[in-house]
């Protein structure tokens, strides 16, 4: 098993700027590709962005290419989203999810560990 824990959520204004952060413990060995994941209200959670570990292939959604980065520590095992240039449809519960598949998913259904989530709201 995977343990994900999301931190760095919060209110902030619109065009401001955010990071997230996901530590990952446990089986960390048999991670092959980290994913973030966002569900707003009365949506279906949606894929955001995600990367590979050992090759460092990254994947963006349409939505967030050119706002967001996704970075990782492979000695901390922690992924991070930068999120910059912010707006009300940004505003979500974010996800890490983890993956044993060496591959950038963009399906819910394709990853197998997940956190439990850090809220982010934007105000106008």
């Known amino acids: 098993q995977v343990q994900l824990v999301e931190s760095g959520g919060g209110l902030v204004q619109a065009g401001g700027s955010l990071r997230l952060s996901c530590a990952a413990s446990?089986?960390?060995?048999?991670?092959?590709?980290m994913g973030w994941f966002r569900q707003a209200p009365g949506k279906e959670r949606e894929f955001v962005a995600g990367?590979?570990?050992?090759?460092?292939?990254?994947a963006y959604a349409d939505s967030v290419k050119g706002r967001f980065t996704i970075s990782r520590d492979n000695a901390k095992n922690t992924v991070y989203l930068q999120m910059n240039s912010v707006n009300g449809d940004d505003t979500a519960v974010y996800y890490c999810?983890?993956?044993?598949?060496?591959?950038?998913?963009?399906?819910?259904?394709?990853?197998?560990?997940w956190g439990q989530g850090t809220q982010v709201t934007v105000s106008s």
């Open positions: 999810a983890a993956s044993p598949r060496l591959r950038v998913g963009l399906q819910v259904g394709e990853y197998d560990s």
């Open positions: 446990g089986r960390t060995f048999s991670m092959a590709t």
């Open positions: 990367l590979t570990w050992s090759v460092g292939y990254i």
